[in-house]
C-alpha cells in the first residue's frame, strides 16, 4: 500500500509517501522560517497563505522523489488537528480534493498520534507499550501507548509548554527566531549550574507539567540585572534555563516508566531535537535502566512522514466525505474533557529535585 502524507498544521508544508507502513520513499518540508522570522512568531494569516501557494509543489516534489504518480497512490494521510485552523484547512481540503477528483480514500490523522509514533521510522522501534514524551511549541505531554491506536494521558502542561516557554525566553534575550535553537545554540557556550532557576515540580506524585513560573524567573533576572546595570551573560542565562526545563522534563518522563512499570521512554515532537535534552534523557535513562527512543531530528520536528505512518495504522477508518472539519486543540487521551474545559496546576515548587 501506498500512502501519500500531508502536513500542514503550523508553518511547514510537507508531503510523504510511505510504502507498507514502513519504507519512507520520499518525504519534502517546505519551511516558512524566513517568511515569519521578521515578525519573531508565526502569523496564522501569512501562514496560511504560503500554505496555499506551496501545498500542489510540495505533493509534486515528493510524488518525483519516490518516482510515482498520483494514479498509484492507494491512500491519503492527512492531519486534522491540531495546529492553526487556517493552515490545517489547507492540507484537508487539498486532501479533500484529491480524494475526489482521484477517488482515492483518505484518513484523518492527529498530529500528537503522529509523533507518538514517528519513532516508527527509525529502523529499531521499542516494544508495546512504552511511554512517550511529546514536547513541542504547543505541547508538553506524557502518554503511555499501549499499541498503534490505544493512547493514555498521564499527563501534560498547565500553562506554557516547553517549547512555548524557550520561544518566549529567546524573544526577552532578544535572539533570533526561532527561538528553540537560538537558545539551545547559546547555551552550549554557558554554564547551566550558573543561575538557579525553579524547577516546577507540583505535587510529589504529579506527571503535569508547568513552565511559565521558570520563564517568569528569567524575565525578572534580566529586569533586575538591567536595572542594576549588571552585564548579562546569555550563554549562562540560556544553559541554565535550558537545564531548568530538561531535568523537569527527564524527570517526569523517567518517573512514568518506573510507575507503570515500563522500561522504555520514546522522545518526539520538535523540542525533542534539543541536543541536551536527548543528551541528558539518554544519560539517566541508562542510570536507571529505562532505555530511551530517540527519533532522528528530522522526523521530532512537523513532517508528513509521521502522517503517513499514522495514516497506515488506522486506514480501516478512511474516508472519501467532503464534510470532514479540522479542529486546533487536541483531547487525545481525555474523553472525558470537553472542548472549552481547562484545568490549572499549583504552584511551582522551586529546587532541583521533585518535593517527593
Not at 519551511?31 to 515569519?36: E, G, K, M, R, Y
Not at 537560538?182 to 543561575?195: C, E, L, T
Not at 538557579?196 to 528569567?218: E, H, I, N, Q, Y
Not at 522500561?263 to 529505562?290: C, F, H, M, S, W
Request: charged share 20%.
Amino acid at each position: 500500500m501506498l500512502i501519500l502524507g500531508i502536513e500542514s498544521s503550523c508553518d511547514e508544508t510537507a508531503a510523504a509517501i510511505l510504502r507498507d507502513g514502513h519504507e519512507l520513499l520520499a518525504s519534502v518540508i517546505n519551511s516558512q522560517i524566513a517568511v515569519h522570522s521578521p515578525y519573531g512568531g508565526v502569523v496564522p494569516e501569512l501562514a496560511s497563505r504560503h500554505h496555499l501557494e506551496n501545498i500542489e509543489p510540495v505533493v509534486v516534489a515528493a510524488l518525483n522523489e519516490a518516482g510515482i504518480t498520483l494514479d498509484e497512490i492507494d491512500g491519503l494521510a492527512v492531519t486534522q488537528g491540531p495546529g492553526l485552523v487556517g493552515s490545517l484547512l489547507v492540507g484537508l481540503s487539498f486532501a479533500k480534493a484529491l480524494s475526489l477528483v482521484k477517488n482515492i480514500p483518505y484518513v484523518c490523522v492527529d498530529h500528537l498520534v503522529g509523533h507518538l509514533l514517528s519513532i516508527f521510522l527509525e529502523a529499531e522501534p521499542p516494544p508495546f507499550p512504552f511511554i512517550a514524551l511529546v514536547v513541542s511549541g504547543g505541547h508538553s505531554s506524557l502518554f503511555r501507548v499501549n499499541d498503534y491506536s490505544t493512547y493514555e494521558l498521564l499527563g501534560r502542561t498547565k500553562d506554557d509548554a516547553a517549547g512555548e516557554a524557550f520561544d518566549k525566553v529567546a524573544k526577552i534575550l532578544g535572539l533570533p527566531y526561532p527561538g528553540g535553537p537560538a537558545v539551545s545554540a547559546a547555551a552550549r557556550h554557558g554554564n547551566p549550574r550558573a543561575i538557579d532557576f525553579p524547577r516546577a515540580w507540583l505535587d510529589c506524585d504529579s506527571l503535569d507539567f508547568s513552565f511559565s513560573g521558570v520563564k517568569t524567573a528569567v524575565a525578572n533576572y534580566v529586569i533586575q540585572r538591567k536595572q542594576r546595570h549588571e552585564t548579562l551573560s546569555t550563554p549562562d542565562i540560556c544553559a541554565s534555563f535550558q537545564e531548568a526545563v530538561v531535568e523537569v522534563l527527564a524527570g517526569k518522563a523517567l518517573s512514568a516508566a518506573r510507575t507503570n512499570g515500563i522500561r522504555d521512554v520514546v522522545l518526539a515532537g520538535g523540542v525533542a531535537a534539543n541536543p541536551r535534552l536527548r543528551e541528558y534523557l539518554r544519560e539517566q535513562g541508562t542510570a536507571g535502566k529505562i532505555s530511551v527512543h530517540l527519533p532522528s531530528p528530522v522526523y521530532c520536528t512537523d513532517n508528513a512522514a509521521m502522517v503517513a505512518l499514522a495514516g497506515h495504522h488506522r486506514f480501516s477508518e478512511a474516508t472519501r466525505a467532503l464534510d470532514t472539519d479540522v479542529y486546533s486543540r487536541s483531547y487525545l487521551g481525555r474523553p472525558q474533557l470537553k472542548p472549552g474545559k481547562h484545568s490549572y496546576g499549583g504552584p511551582e515548587q522551586p529546587g532541583s529535585q521533585p518535593p517527593c
